[in-house]
């Protein structure tokens, strides 16, 4: 507390504003593209996101740093791009290129805040010890504590969460058969019997609303992290969110195939999709398959509306609403089968445009829409001003303070986004950047490590909003192109990461060391104590080292395919009777 009390600018906004500190509602959807209510797509159903809009500003052109999710979180919590945590991948933690960066979280309890995350705000499996005052909380019966000073170092401590949120997994080996090795168990979609509650994000939801009660009994301002898993795949949702949607009313794509005059090696061949089970092989997706995941990705966009809805809720109950700032942003854009490619990891706008809406008491602009380009790298200073903390100076971004006092002042920089790729037919190694003003997107694939550009594209974002021409090779535009090019970063920020150690997850601390003599059942009663069977994720919970061969050993020992692993099946070890 007590830097927090001899802060200046604490000082200074408290005696101006005569407030209480502002508590941070910090809500990140995975996956969630802007197809809610407020950006304008009527089909969307969104009425709480819509809600939020209404008392805060909506920025319409949000992009995030890279359109995959560990890349993008890591630049939101440390307020740092890509070049800088070195994080292009979901094998790399941000502390391994930052090992003393201080995150968002961790800048807010270093300045006498509580700060606790619940769900999918870091990417699995990569939570940080220094950024949080207790353990990290997931739905499906884990809380993690990861160590402050190491995060590899984890332990884990199990409660009676949700199962996995299929009602009808698939067999294993059906899974493996049509995923090309990758294994999931269902389908890329299900229409669930269950409850908001009975899946991940409505315990999320549950758990956070408890939470806001107590932490309002603290007497410590909170930075609260509410991480949603929807609607990233597979677009499982209660049948009541699915029954909201007509799948005929839900616009399809603008443009199925590549932009003319854009190389291929720019988009991909949907393999995040193709590796659950069930769905059609090989591109393009079948438009009946397709509408119905379009159908699906509503529904859970609907569903999630609702969870936000309960949090809201649940800070008016309290008497917090008036001095907690809420953030609300999807940790990147997604493709519903625009330009034939379906979820992310492209630099295309749809993939690197995301929600970001922020409602900051004190304010007049409530309502507000902000058409500026904005950055992810952005919300870190942001929060850090809007709550009198100062703001760390080597941050990427820049406070979004000027939209929310005007939210027509006009772009104060570009957006810039990237994404990693090689082609051989354009130098190898690729880094793209894309550089996003109020009008163009243009997209420079530079060769890693030198300034060398292999290929371009450029897109008029005010004309061709749905990127159907690249325009790159056009004369005319040469003076907007060398004009967006003066934003690339300088040669070698792209630098290859230094290897990430990998966590070490303890069940407990002090657990004993694996003895491969301990009998089966032992083993079994020691790693999941009180459980009859197990779903895949609850397996690989008490499983250390490789995921991959841990989850090869999930297939084998459910013998009967059923998609549980019960303590009978687990002591016969997969083999056959
Ligand atoms: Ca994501």
Known sequence: ???????????????TMGAEPRNVLFIAVDDLRPDIGCYGVEAA?????????????????????QAVCSPSRSSILTGRRPDATKVYDLDTHFRAALPDCVTLPQHFKANGYHTAGLGKIEHHGFEDGASWSEPRWFASGYLVQADPDDWTKQSATRFEGVPGEYANPLSPEEGKKRANGKVKTGPAFEVSPKSDDELPDGATAAEAVKRIGELKTKGEPFFLAVGFVKPHLPFVAPKKYWDLHDPAAIPGPAIET???????????????????VGVPEGNPIPDEFARSLRHGYYACVSYIDAQVGRLLDALEKNGLAENTVVVLWGDHGWQLGDHGLWHKHTNFELATRAPLIVKAPGFDSAGGKCAAPVEFVDVYPTLADLCGLAVPSRLDGSSLRPYLENPAT????????QYPRSSKDHGGQLMGYSIRDERWRATFWRK????????????????????????????????VLSHLQGFLPPVGTDEAPPKSPKPSRSQKPGAPKFDPNEPRDVRYDRLYPGQAKLTEDQYLAGQGGDKAAAKERFAKLDKDGDGFVTRDEFIGGGKSK
């Open 1 to 15: 507390m007590k830097s927090l009390l001899y802060s200046l600018p604490f000082l200074t906004l408290f005696t």
């Open 45 to 65: 159903k969104t009425p709480n996101i819509d809600r939020l809009a209404g008392e805060g500003i909506v920025f319409e052109r949000a992009y995030c740093q």
């Open 258 to 276: 590549l932009p003319e005059g854009t190389d291929p090696f720019v988009g991909h061949t949907n393999g995040e999709l193709h590796s659950y």
């Open 410 to 417: 006009p772009m104060i920089k570009p957006a810039i986004s």
């Open 448 to 479: 890693r490590g030198t300034g060398e550009i292999g290929y371009i594209e450029l897109y008029d974002e005010s004309n061709d909003p749905a990127e159907t021409a690249n325009l790159a090779n056009k004369a005319e535009h040469a003076s």
